[in-house]
T-cell receptor, first 113, second 113 residues
Framework: AQSVTQPDIHITVSEGASLELRCNYS??????LFWYVQSPGQGLQLLLK??????LVQGIKGFEAEFKRSQSSFNLRKPSVHWSDAAEYFC???????????FGTGTSLTVIP | NAGVMQNPRHLVRRRGQEARLRCSPM?????VYWYRQLPEEGLKFMVY????????ESGMPKERFSAEFPKEGPSILRIQQVVRGDSAAYFC???????????FGPGTRLTVL
């Protein structure tokens, strides 16, 4: 069955520190992978996506993610976190048929000064 | 190009009433998806529609919930005889083709009293 696991419910980092948010997926075919960010009371904004090709993808706001097929992972990274990055982050896997996305339960990021 | 529009942003209903949630996809997008987000959870797929057709409703509760995407006008998610457990944020997303990034609206937050 398709599923996405984000093992970290909540992460706290200091401003300027590096960040890595974990995402593991279970999918029976070639996955399309996405990271979205959600600010409180808002909708979801796409940070980056992986369809094929280079396994290291660059996104907006200085984020990047690496697809590792052998580990079924698609971890999100940022070298230096800003206070404005505090939000909820969701990893999602999409079906080749495009019917739906499967979302993880999210990781809440707190940034301390 | 306006993004995905959803209205109302907040909706309060008493138990037993009907809730109608509207979604206008981005211009040029003919694929619409509805998701539900319960507190402290990720988004769960409900239904996928193209113009005048329901493609996948595997995530929709069997009773009280229905969705449509008419030839003209917005997509509608309808919940009849609402119960407290229906309280959630309902997000609509659209895409230009089936296998692509989904663009999310700001959501409708339904509260059932």
């Amino acid at each position: 069955a398709q599923s996405v696991t984000q093992p970290d419910i909540h992460i706290t980092v200091s401003e300027g520190a590096s960040l890595e948010l974990r995402c593991n997926y279970s999918y029976g075919a070639t996955p399309y992978l996405f990271w979205y960010v959600q600010s409180p009371g808002q909708g979801l904004q796409l940070l980056l996506k992986y369809f094929s090709g280079d396994t290291l993808v660059q996104g907006i706001k200085g984020f990047e993610a690496e697809f590792k097929r052998s580990q079924s992972s698609f971890n999100l990274r940022k070298p230096s976190v800003h206070w404005s990055d505090a939000a909820e982050y969701f990893c999602a896997v999409g079906a080749l048929t495009g019917n739906q996305f499967y979302f993880g339960t999210g990781t809440s990021l707190t940034v301390i000064p | 190009n306006a993004g995905v529009m959803q209205n109302p942003r907040h909706l309060v209903r008493r138990r037993g009433q009907e809730a109608r949630l509207r979604c206008s996809p981005m211009k040029g997008h003919s694929h619409v998806y509805w998701y539900r987000q319960l507190p402290e959870e990720g988004l769960k797929f409900m239904v996928y529609l193209q113009k005048e057709n329901i493609i996948d409703e595997s995530g929709m509760p069997k009773e009280r919930f229905s969705a449509e995407f008419p030839k003209e006008g917005p997509s509608i998610l309808r919940i009849q005889q609402v119960v407290r457990g229906d309280s959630a944020a309902y997000f609509c997303a659209s895409s230009p083709v089936s296998v692509d990034e989904q663009f999310f609206g700001p959501g409708t937050r339904l509260t059932v009293l």
